[in-house]
């Protein structure tokens, strides 16, 4: 079964500087894997999705990953936060062969001004 | 496109009642819906994952006599919190997938789209 580790329950950032996101992840099959983002008491927003195609994927708001199989991780990053990003975030896996997502633990971003 | 909703977005009940929450898919078909609890300040926990048209198949720890689920048709499917307890409260999230169904372009079978939550404080 698949499985995904986020390293950090909570990351700080000043505003304006880079963000780095921890996931990695363990799964049988072919991977896909997502990044959702949670502001307080509101559902999920997709924030960027990898299937299948390039490894380097572009998301909403600035946010991108990378997918490097060798090392089992999708980290996500962005060159330069913004106050708007304090939030969860979530790194999710799924196998390509069924439809079952499994959410990691979750990483909250704190941005200071 | 795939917009999921859920119905309602926040509801308050005493502690005995039943409570059921509606998630509905409003622009497609969804063969499999998935339901979810988020504690505060915790990640998502799969509850269930219902088939239109049988029974939904929960994951182990999930009272299945107290979380109903029904999957009637390929674009609703409701949870039902029976005789609801203070511990239930939670954020209840559903979701949908398309598999099985022919896939648009930019679309993958393994990819959920989610409903923006209900809020169910027990009181």
């Known amino acids: 079964a698949q499985s995904v580790t986020q390293l950090d329950s909570h990351v700080s950032v000043s505003e304006g500087t880079p963000v780095l996101l921890r996931c990695n992840y363990s799964?049988?099959?072919?991977?896909?894997l997502f990044w959702y983002v949670q502001h307080p008491n509101k559902g999920l927003q997709l924030l960027l999705k990898?299937?299948?195609?390039?490894?380097l994927v572009k998301g909403i708001n600035g946010f991108e990953a990378e997918f490097k199989k060798s090392e089992t991780s999708f980290h996500l990053t962005k060159p330069s936060a913004h106050m708007s990003d304090a939030a969860e975030y979530f790194c999710?896996?799924?196998?390509?062969?069924?439809?079952?997502?499994?959410f990691g633990a979750g990483t909250r971003l704190t941005v200071k001004p | 496109g795939a917009v999921v909703s859920q119905h309602p977005s926040r509801v308050i009940c005493k502690s005995g009642t039943s409570v059921k929450i509606e998630c509905r898919s409003l622009?497609?078909?969804?063969?499999?819906m998935f339901w979810y609890r988020q504690f505060p300040k915790q990640s998502l926990m799969l509850m269930a994952t219902?088939?239109?048209?049988?029974?939904?198949?929960?994951e182990q720890g999930v009272e299945k006599d107290k979380f109903l689920i029904n999957h009637a048709s390929l674009t609703l499917s409701t949870l039902t919190v029976t005789s609801a307890h203070p511990e239930d409260s939670s954020f209840y999230i559903c979701?949908?997938?398309?598999?099985?169904?022919?896939?648009?372009?930019?679309?993958?079978?393994?990819?959920?789209?989610f409903g923006p939550g209900t809020r169910l404080t027990v009181l």
């Open positions: 219902s088939n239109e048209g049988s029974k939904a198949t929960y």
């Open positions: 990898y299937t299948s195609a390039a490894t």
């Open positions: 622009d497609f078909q969804a063969t499999t």
């Open positions: 979701s949908a997938s398309i598999w099985g169904l022919p896939l648009e372009p930019g679309q993958s079978y393994n990819e959920q789209f």
């Open positions: 999710v896996v799924s196998d390509r062969d069924n439809n079952d997502m499994r």
């Open positions: 799964s049988s099959y072919s991977p896909s």
